[in-house]
């Protein structure tokens, strides 16, 4: 149907034959090929031409009566003319009329042209088709004399016709809300009506146009269902009052008066335009905002969406700074389809206006990915825009989630330059957020060139250290802490420097802990030792901060100075200790820096960290306590080579000779070569190395099958255990140890665990693997009992010889 054009259906009283019903009487007398009942049926109830009855009795001339047109749509769409025709087909009764309809379910068949600008179309029927079926009238039908420019003209010729155009097309804007009030024509010529009302549709977009019913003129409006109704003065009576609130927004063309009617938005922004510029391109221009505004999924254009549209086809300028702004904010969130043509001229229309920062903020992300040379004026407006801003101390309100702008070099230059003969003047105390508006545009400001304000600014910012300020936002921040560096070390040399020392201690440190480098240097230290004594990950960094001076032989004292810098307000661990004496060439170490360390060993236990230390200290010891701990640690490392290296010809000997502390702070690498060996050999070696061995063996080997150790040590720890406590030469407190720890071992691990052991003791001697299958059997008999059960089946099991 829509290929072929409109339906078109004629309506009279027909004669006999005449019409589709076949009889006489009121009816469709010819319908084209596609009209249904549905279009039928909605012509007949609310499109035919209505008589007034009042004239019919007054018997007035059939050329008084006016011609009508009516437009209406529900679910499809139908307009139609009417004339009166006086008497009926009979020739007896008046009352006879003649509807031309037109209808289709297909809006897009309407073209551009409103169905009130089918007012007096020379192809309209004004008599009955010679058959039942009649031909289509054609898609985008040819208009009367409602055309664009004459109905501009028109409305600029009559008395008042601006404010008339903006109360109509405000009412037509409001007939589709929630309670709405319907628009009232009382006035005799229905041409004067109909332009009225073409003119005020053709500033709503066709779709919403083509939905307002219409119906000129109306003999019992309280019936009506169209939108838009005409009265003739004659029959008007109260309702043509426009101070009455009848629910009608009432135009009488007679008295020249309309009700109050508050004007829309649209209308208050069309109406202007469409009566001074082109009148086809304002139209164009209603149409696209209504597209904008679908489009983005908002019932009705916005400002945005009417600005942007005016842009794109009237070539409107902005005139306030106030529209370039919802225009910034709308290109920011047009969806694609709309943005895609329209991002160049819509942007290049806001930059003309001289938009604001917070304008050029939406613009600029809105112009990111389009047009590069456009994007790069646009972000170097919004620079100079947050500059100000800056410099005149405005609080700032963000850039939000802006894009990074990939500057061009000359682009780069130019954007650098300004930020430089910006900060030149700029007040120290707004510095910093100069410095994060130029990290925030990918700049990197050249210090050298604005060197005094930069010294002005670190100058104050040492006085105001509770100044807010983020360096870590600055992409010139090491520039900028080298200046303040210079200026915290000149004021350390002064009168005032125990109070430099406070402030750096409460405040400085951590910003100018990765600057440090020189022990030597009094800033350097101040902030290393506020470090250290902060704890923590700041400690650890002081540490790596002075790993490379420690490593400079050639630089004397500098093992002092750091361990002055580093433990100033502290006192270091060995491990820290450990850690310190490993950067340093043995060599370097000092008696002062020795004298130091021995303090802190004094009141330290013995472990591994500390012997450590006491083998890096050795040329100063002078403590005989300490000295025998570093002999009795150099024999026991000897033994633990030779045993690791020999066939079991080393002396056990030397190993009972060897203090607990020692054993205990060397007990990991002993644990390590025990079971890194046949356990004939080491079970030997732990027997005979005596009752401080054995002992310091229970918690560690407990240590390995409870740990995260492989599977194979671990069940080595215990089969050492097992052998270490069945032996007749273990100290009993040992026993007891390893009788405890086992049983715990047994109580958590099933009996495929248990065989390994077995199979690694068999491999020792099939006693062991017996006295293992035995002590487990009788383990479980004994479960129930005390602990010192599993020592007395171990006295039993070797009594028996088992």
């Known amino acids: 149907m829509g290929g072929r054009g409109f339906e078109s259906l004629f309506y009279t009283d027909c004669r006999q034959g005449q019409g589709l019903r076949g009889g006489a009487g009121f009816q469709f007398q010819a319908v084209s090929s596609g009209a249904g009942h549905e279009m039928m049926g909605l012509v007949q109830r609310s499109a035919l031409y209505e008589a007034p009855v009042s004239w019919m009795r007054g018997k007035r001339p059939v050329e008084q009566y006016p011609p009508s047109l009516a437009h209406v749509f529900d679910g499809v769409y139908a307009t139609a003319r009417g004339v009166y025709l006086g008497a009926e087909a009979g020739g007896v009764r008046e009352g006879n009329q003649f509807t031309h309809a037109i209808a289709t379910a297909d809006p897009q068949l309407y073209g551009p042209v409103r169905p009130a600008q089918l007012w007096e179309a020379p192809w309209w029927s004004e008599r009955p088709a010679d058959g039942t079926e009649t031909e289509p009238v054609p898609a985008e039908p040819e208009p009367g004399p409602c055309g664009v420019d004459v109905l501009r003209d028109w409305v600029l010729g009559t008395t008042g016709g601006e404010s008339w155009l903006l109360a109509l097309t405000s009412a037509l804007d409001r007939v589709h809300d929630e309670n709405p009030r319907r628009v009232l024509f009382v006035g005799a010529d229905a041409g004067e009506i109909v332009r009225w009302i073409a003119a005020g549709t053709l500033l709503l977009p066709q779709e919403r146009a083509l939905r307002v019913g219409f119906r000129v003129f109306a003999t019992s409006p309280q019936y009506s269902r169209h939108e838009v109704l005409a009265l003739h003065p004659d029959w008007a009576g109260q309702l043509a009052d426009t101070e009455r609130d009848s629910g009608f927004a009432v135009f009488d063309l007679v008295s020249g008066r309309h009700s109050r009617i508050e004007p829309t938005e649209c209308a208050s922004h069309w109406v202007s335009r469409f009566l001074r510029a082109d009148p086809y391109d304002v139209i164009d221009a209603v149409e696209m905002a209504h597209r904008f505004a679908r489009d983005g999924g908002r019932p009705r254009p916005g400002t945005g969406d009417r600005l942007a549209a005016g842009v ?6 902005l005139e306030h700074r106030s529209e370039a702004a919802v225009l910034a904010d709308w290109l920011a969130s047009a969806p694609p389809e709309s943005a895609q043509d329209a991002l160049e001229p819509v942007a290049e229309a806001v930059m003309s206006a001289g938009p604001d920062a917070p304008a050029l903020r939406k613009l600029a992300a809105a112009v ?235 009141r330290s236990t013995v472990n591994a960290e500390y012997l450590e230390v006491l083998r890096k200290l050795v040329e100063h010891v002078r403590s005989e306590p300490m000295r025998e701990l570093w002999k009795q640690d150099g024999a026991l490392r000897r033994w633990l080579t030779a045993f690791q290296r020999s066939d079991g010809s080393e002396s056990a000997a030397a190993l009972a000779e060897v203090s607990k502390p020692v054993l205990s702070a060397r007990a990991r690498d002993l644990v390590d070569a025990l079971l890194g060996v046949e356990l004939s050999r080491a079970v030997n070696a732990a027997v005979r190395g005596g009752e401080a061995v054995q002992t310091v063996l229970v918690d560690e080997l407990a240590a390995v099958w409870n740990g995260n150790a492989p599977q194979e040590r671990g069940d080595r720890a215990v089969a050492l255990a097992f052998l270490v406590a069945w032996s007749d030469k273990a100290a009993d407190s040992a026993r007891a140890g390893f009788d405890k720890g086992l049983a715990s071992w047994v109580g958590e691990h099933r009996q495929s665990d248990q065989r390994r052991i077995r199979m690694l003791l068999r491999a020792v001697d099939s006693d062991h693997a017996t006295a293992w299958h035995e002590w487990l059997r009788e383990l479980g008999k004994n479960k129930q009992r005390k602990p010192s059960a599993a020592r007395r089946l171990f006295d039993r099991l070797r009594e028996r010889g088992e």
């Open 368 to 602: 990111h990915s389009g047009q590069d040379e456009l994007a790069g004026q646009v972000w170097y407006a919004l620079l100079r825009a947050e500059l100000d801003e800056v410099v005149r101390g405005v609080a700032a309100t963000g850039r939000g989630t802006l894009p990074q702008r990939r500057w061009s070099p000359p682009e780069v230059e130019r954007a650098t330059s300004l930020v430089e003969s910006v900060a030149a003047g700029v007040a120290p105390e707004r510095f910093d957020a100069l410095l994060r508006l130029a990290a925030g545009f990918g700049i990197t400001p050249r210090i050298d060139r604005f060197r005094d304000a930069a010294a002005r600014f670190v100058s104050w910012w040492a006085d105001n250290p509770d100044a807010k300020a983020s360096p870590s936002r600055w992409s010139c921040e090491p520039q900028v802490l080298d200046l303040l560096r210079d200026e915290l070390a000149f004021r350390l040399r002064g009168p005032h420097a125990d109070q430099t020392v406070a402030a750096i201690r409460r405040h400085w440190w951590p910003l100018l802990l990765p600057t440090v480098s020189d022990p030597f240097m009094r800033l350097d230290a101040v902030v290393a030792g506020a470090a250290v004594a902060e704890g923590g990950q700041s400690r650890r960094e002081a540490f790596a901060a002075m790993r490379a001076p420690l490593q400079e032989p050639d630089r004397p004292g500098v093992g002092d100075a750091v361990w002055e810098a580093l433990f100033q307000d502290t006192t270091p661990s060995v491990a820290e200790m450990l850690e310190f004496f490993s950067q340093m060439p043995t060599a370097t170490v000092s008696e002062s820096l020795a004298r130091k360390a021995f303090p802190v060993l004094e």
């Open 312 to 317: 794109l086809t009237c070539g409107d300028p």
